[in-house]
């Protein structure tokens, strides 16, 4: 009967361990970026004429009257950002208000033009986006060194700088990952509207697929 009644104080007394809140991720961010609709923005911007993508030449786009014929010399896909995200509220598992913040340059664009155009040459080459964003986080942390994850999604603004002047854009990413404790590692898709000013107003449309390791506390 003693042992019975040990046993269940024992039990009534257990609970269940909870993970801590975290209110701060930091990232390093390995990212590769697409074009979209590259025909239209920027290269139409850039001229002021319809453009088209060109089949089984020498270069790769031609304004549809073929007067001009446009060379992509240069589009970087892989780029390296930093970033850091802090959860107001605390984040540890279901839902929480996310603020992120992150570095990334941007692609270099490097574009000749053969025929009549406005100049002859457009060059990105030091371009950088300083990102921030507010989203929500759907975590489902374990405690201690135990295996958990997470969803978000999130939209926000941009500031760009270059060589050509700035800019700004708008952006809407999600994505996921997971974590053991502190460490973790999270695919994002982001989808940005940049504009940029100079030498004429021009946008373009890039997709960074991005891998981050993330660190939280």
Known sequence: ???AGSSLASAQT??????RKHFVTF??????????H??????????GRDVAAAQRETYEYRTRDEATLIDVIEFSRRQIGLGASIYPLGMSSGPTL??????????????????????PRYALLDGRAFDGAIGLMMADRSPGWGLGSHAFVA???GK????????SRVFAEGGGGLDVGPIGVELGVKFAWNKLSDPVEHKFLTIPITIRGTLTF
Request: proline fraction near 11%; charged fraction near 15%.
């Open 160 to 167: 760009l700088t270059s060589d050509i002047g700035g800019g």
């Open 27 to 36: 990232s390093y961010d390995w990212i590769y970026t697409e074009p979209l």
């Open 98 to 119: 996310m603020l992120r913040g992150n570095i990334v340059p941007l692609p270099r664009i490097q574009i000749e033009f053969h025929g009549p155009a406005p100049f």
């Open 38 to 47: 590259f025909a239209e923005h920027p290269l139409s911007d850039l001229l």
């Open 1 to 3: 009967m003693l042992c």
């Open 155 to 157: 939209g926000g603004i």
């Open 14 to 19: 257990y609970e269940v361990s909870k993970p």
